[in-house]
């Protein structure tokens, strides 16, 4: 890290620069860089390789993790916020970029044993004890399954224009291809999520190839359709939406701990951050600029279409495509978010490790239980989701590591980082309460009129 962070512990040590986490490590500012581990050489280290997953399978469990549900608001987020909304983003994958090495270095403080459940109830049980560990576990297993719910119901949507069948229908295939996908384990998951990271960009390839492709964009060219640079009242919202886009850091103890040689989950961050920020910038900079003023919330209504909505006879084959790319990308991120909400009430509820057939068993209830759920709400679950992305995502995301942080590692952080720290945390509470209160009133006046368009519209 920054070493102006650790100026209180340096001028403390004998040494020229000590790991504030692990005080028996040899780390200064002139070791070879080899050497320059945040973990000691101890067993995590030296696993076998069949046992855990490499630099390059770890990046893409991360990446399957923080390109999920939200790639299909992007674009429309830009539309709130014009090109203004790239500073924000920019923004929202540094600070979640940060809070993802703050999880890492809070593991390396406790050094868990490998047979615990790594995941934010622990560690924040590990700082604030009991309650902290229930708080904090009840509030990331929350949001996380609000995402899984959305994935349903984005299926259930793309696999209705796929097969023509009801999104029900498809919501329920999805929940039992999902119950064996949670039962892999982790080193088979990550081929599961290269697989989804190949879906990204063939669904960046249709964007480009149905935009270019448009006569009604491409005569005169696109610039042309209405943007706005920057768009000052929008931001606000582009910011939160963003924050949903990377609500997946909650499961990265969870990768951390499947991890072969846990010292590069740095480097592994690095990658995975970088890749999901330069992706979300493709994806809504140039579905904003094909589509300008005409960008639908979901930009998969736009492929093929005019800016009226009307579909172009010869661009008929790229929505199906999308919608197949799309159901692919988040059955494959079904298990990663699955896997840290159950393994919090199993915590709970069993106080360690439950036997194989019961985690199968839970696994398959936890399943039905969802399955109900997105069936129940699939035509208001947009909304919803919403409201809990401010409420829960924001919290987990931004205020919980670094509080967790702030309390495992306060005896050995600088005199800038006891300051900055306590800042980000209340930044953090300021934007969810805001956000929450934002949403919560959208959500509150727009709730006669979808009352009346599910009633008397039918379908949306």
Known sequence: RFGWVHQGAASRSSVPWRSPHYPHSSMSADAP????????????????STSGTNLSQTTYNMVNCLVGAGILTVPYAFKLGGYGAV????????????????LGWSIEKVNPPKEANWDMAYLAGEAYGTPGRTAVGVTFALELWFCLETFLVLIGINGELMFGV?????????????????????RALADVSLLSVLCLGGALVLLVAAGAMSPELTHPPAPAVGMDWTTAAGL??????FFYCFAGLPCFPNIHQ????????????????????????????????????????????????DPTGKMYASLTLIPLVAAGIFVIKLQCGYPLYVQPIVKVFESQLFGDV?????????RVIFTII??????????????????????LTTMTSFVLPT?????????????????????????????????????????YHQAPTAAMSFGWQGEI
């Not at 860089?33 to 995590?44: F, G, V």
């Not at 759920?373 to 919803?384: G, I, K, P, T």
């Not at 800042?423 to 956000?435: I, P």
Request: net charge positive; proline share 4%.
């Open 258 to 305: 499947a991890m072969t040689r846990p010292s590069e989950y740095g480097k592994a961050c690095g990658a995975a951050f970088g890749f999901s920020a330069v992706y979300y910038l493709l994806i809504g900079g140039l579905g904003y600029w094909f589509y300008g003023a005409a960008t639908h919330q979901s930009f998969t209504e736009n492929l093929g279409r």
């Open 33 to 48: 860089t080899e050497k320059s581990s945040l973990l000691p050489r101890t067993e995590k280290e030296t696993r076998p």
């Open 87 to 102: 500073g924000c983003l920019a923004f929202v994958a540094m600070v979640n970029f940060y809070m993802a090495r703050l």
């Open 236 to 241: 606000v919202s582009a910011t939160g939406m």
């Open 354 to 362: 439950p036997p194989f057939q019961t985690q199968c068993i839970n």
């Open 370 to 391: 969802s399955v109900a759920f997105a069936v129940f709400a699939q035509r208001s679950l947009d909304a919803v989701a919403s409201l809990t992305g401010c409420a």
């Open 166 to 186: 009801s999104r029900t229908a498809s919501i329920v295939a999805a929940g039992a291809l999902g119950v064996f996908l949670v039962l892999a384990p982790m």
């Open 403 to 443: 509080v967790i942080y702030y309390r495992l590692c306060g005896e050995d952080l600088g005199r800038v980082e006891r300051v900055f720290l306590p800042v980000v945390a209340a930044a953090g509470v300021v934007f969810a309460v805001v956000g929450t209160v934002h949403s919560a009133s959208r959500l």
